[in-house]
């Protein structure tokens, strides 16, 4: 089920209009795409905080309701307050049922506990990456990507041309012929870590 949020038109802009919106508990953003006009909007911050703190939220096609019309948008940018880490801004782009979108995926390691390496070789499992940009259509898009670890043995790596993709879903990264490692087993040094310096 696609993650809604509730949105209202924002008719005032600017720094200060924006300062106003945040002292009363909402946060300003902005709807843009799909061969529309942009749309600035407000949302209520603890509504917006609780999906945002989702994994989901990042990479899935949420449901956008702005006075009470719904469409289909992605995450694409947001900014957080250095100091408070509150959300100042947020970004979304419309989506087309019929265009394929690139969305960053996160990645979930499963199996690492039988892997030969590790079982076997007393190594560690290093991840070298955490995500990965993705193509596919909107209705296609996971919401994360697992990553089986069982059969990877010591000093070796699991590449982005290893990993099971749902149909109608690729690696853009592979599509530019980059197949990036994307989890290894490393030895440890006397039961430490081996990129941890000696002290």
Do not use: W
Request: charged letters at 20%.
């Amino acid at each position: 089920m696609a993650i809604e949020i509730n949105a209202v038109k924002r008719d005032a802009k600017g720094t200060g209009a924006s300062r106003r919106l945040r002292h009363a508990g909402t946060v300003p953003g902005v709807v843009y795409g799909g061969g529309k006009d942009a749309i600035a909007l407000e949302i209520n911050y603890k509504e917006l905080f609780l999906q945002f703190r989702n994994e989901t939220f990042h990479a899935s096609v949420l449901s956008l309701i702005v006075d009470g019309k719904k469409e289909n948008v992605l995450l694409r940018d947001f900014q957080m307050h250095p100091v408070r880490n509150t959300i100042q801004h947020i970004d979304f782009q419309r989506v087309s049922a019929t265009e394929k979108i690139h969305v960053k995926v996160p990645f979930h390691f499963i199996n690492a506990d039988v892997a030969p390496g590790v079982k076997l070789g007393g190594g560690i499992v290093a991840h070298i990456l955490t995500e990965a940009d993705v193509s596919c259509l909107a209705k296609d898009l996971p919401e994360f990507v697992e990553v089986d670890l069982s059969a990877l043995e010591m000093g070796h790596s699991i590449h982005l041309s290893q990993i099971k993709l749902p149909k109608g879903v690729s690696f853009v990264q592979l599509a530019h012929e980059n197949d990036a490692a994307v989890a290894s087993v490393a030895k440890t040094r006397g039961g430490v870590a081996a990129e941890t310096p000696a002290a």
